[in-house]
């Protein structure tokens, strides 16, 4: 799922259990090297896509992502493939890049059937998926199988799917009742490749989702504050300026929802998905290396862009991108 703007829309505390995130991948082995990752939104039959994923890798991209969505916001009518299938063949036609879902949610996947799709592809991938998690905004997806869910029964769900997420992923048998989801007898043989699951990417801005992420992410990732980049917000530059301010302030928040839960907050991969900001990050190579020099101030150890689009969304020129995959060393030392 794209990442959402916003908080999840809900005060209260979260229940607890499950694995307390603190075995999976962290950033203490890269000596503070900046990852930068690139989204590749599901639009293209795979003859096509299958050329711009392999780039990914030959540009030297650390991680490659897709959105996991039926449809999304202005390109509901267009082209949109399956998030899973797609993984899977981005897995056979590359070697080295991560692979991830930029971000799957409970909106229409259910922990079981979902469990067994990520087992597979973190094997077909040699143990290089990252799952990408949310709660799931308002939208297509919301209501596609049904009225969607309240803010705060949305919230409460997305506590019950990370944590039902993580017991299948690490046991072979699950049995579980919860509010909104069951699973009676259900094997996950032989495991995922990584030890002792995928890592989990929890996508939050507000209180209940910060402490998912807190509680079971290998790793944070935000979209960044909600800021109007058309004129509410005075001028781009003074919009920009407004996003990196919020963005501080979330940073703050999750350093203490990691605390609250007994982690070192510096423990935990920080994923800042850059094109949150008014400005596109591909707008040039200079606005992407000001944003990741930024980012990297900020304790984020992970920058994600998009590539650029001939039209609409995240419209760009591939020549910035071809400009910014001479640069990612570079980058990467901000």
């Given at each position: 799922?794209?990442?959402?703007?916003?908080?999840?829309?809900?005060?209260?505390?979260?229940?607890?259990?499950?694995?307390?995130?603190?075995?999976?991948?962290?950033?203490?082995?890269?000596?503070?090297r900046m990852r930068i990752g690139i989204v590749l939104l599901p639009q293209d039959r795979w003859a096509q896509a299958?050329?711009?994923?392999?780039?990914?890798?030959?540009?030297?991209?650390?991680?490659?992502?897709?959105?996991?969505?039926?449809?999304?916001?202005?390109?509901?009518?267009?082209?949109?493939?399956?998030?899973?299938?797609?993984?899977?063949?981005?897995?056979?036609?590359?070697?080295?890049?991560?692979?991830?879902?930029?971000?799957?949610?409970?909106?229409y996947r259910h922990p079981v059937p979902f469990a067994k799709d990520v087992m597979g592809l973190d094997d077909v991938?040699?143990?290089?998926?990252?799952?990408?998690?949310?709660?799931?905004?308002?939208?297509?997806?919301?209501?596609?199988?049904?009225?969607?869910?309240?803010?705060?029964?949305?919230?409460?769900?997305?506590?019950?799917?990370?944590?039902?997420?993580?017991?299948?992923?690490?046991?072979?048998?699950?049995?579980?009742?919860?509010?909104?989801?069951?699973?009676?007898?259900?094997?996950?043989?032989?495991?995922?490749?990584?030890?002792?699951?995928?890592?989990?990417?929890?996508?939050?801005?507000?209180?209940?989702?910060?402490?998912?992420?807190?509680?079971?992410?290998?790793?944070?990732?935000?979209?960044?504050?909600?800021?109007?980049?058309?004129?509410?917000?005075?001028?781009?530059?003074?919009?920009?300026?407004?996003?990196?301010?919020?963005?501080?302030?979330?940073?703050?928040?999750?350093?203490?929802?990691?605390?609250?839960?007994?982690?070192?907050?510096?423990?935990?991969?920080?994923?800042?998905?850059?094109?949150?900001?008014?400005?596109?990050?591909?707008?040039?190579?200079?606005?992407?290396?000001?944003?990741?020099?930024?980012?990297?101030?900020?304790?984020?150890?992970?920058?994600?862009?998009?590539?650029?689009?001939?039209?609409?969304?995240y419209a760009g020129s591939e020549h910035v991108l071809e400009e910014v995959a001479g640069r990612l060393d570079a980058?990467?030392?901000?």
């Amino acid at each position: 799922m794209g990442l959402s703007h916003g908080t999840d829309g809900t005060d209260g505390t979260d229940g607890t259990g499950g694995t307390d995130g603190t075995d999976g991948t962290d950033s203490s082995d890269e000596g503070g090297r900046m990852r930068i990752g690139i989204v590749l939104l599901p639009q293209d039959r795979w003859a096509q896509a299958q050329h711009r994923w392999r780039r990914a890798e030959e540009y030297g991209f650390d991680h490659a992502w897709t959105y996991d969505h039926l449809a999304w916001r202005s390109l509901a009518d267009e082209p949109w493939f399956a998030t899973v299938p797609l993984l899977a063949a981005a897995a056979g036609v590359t070697e080295r890049i991560a692979l991830g879902t930029w971000v799957a949610s409970p909106n229409y996947r259910h922990p079981v059937p979902f469990a067994k799709d990520v087992m597979g592809l973190d094997d077909v991938s040699g143990g290089r998926l990252l799952l990408g998690l949310g709660a799931g905004g308002t939208g297509f997806d919301a209501d596609v199988l049904g009225t969607g869910p309240t803010p705060r029964v949305r919230a409460d769900r997305f506590v019950e799917f990370v944590d039902l997420l993580d017991e299948l992923l690490t046991h072979p048998v699950t049995e579980r009742s919860g509010e909104h989801f069951e699973a009676h007898g259900a094997r996950m043989i032989p495991g995922c490749v990584q030890l002792p699951r995928v890592p989990f990417v929890v996508a939050a801005n507000g209180p209940r989702a910060m402490g998912v992420a807190a509680r079971h992410g290998q790793g944070w990732a935000t979209y960044g504050p909600s800021v109007d980049g058309e004129g509410q917000e005075g001028t781009p530059a003074q919009a920009q300026e407004t996003w990196w301010t919020g963005l501080a302030g979330l940073v703050d928040r999750f350093d203490a929802a990691a605390t609250a839960v007994g982690r070192d907050p510096a423990a935990v991969d920080r994923y800042l998905n850059i094109d949150g900001a008014p400005v596109f990050s591909m707008s040039s190579a200079d606005v992407l290396a000001e944003g990741v020099e930024r980012a990297a101030a900020l304790g984020f150890t992970d920058v994600v862009v998009h590539w650029p689009r001939a039209e609409g969304v995240y419209a760009g020129s591939e020549h910035v991108l071809e400009e910014v995959a001479g640069r990612l060393d570079a980058l990467r030392a901000a």
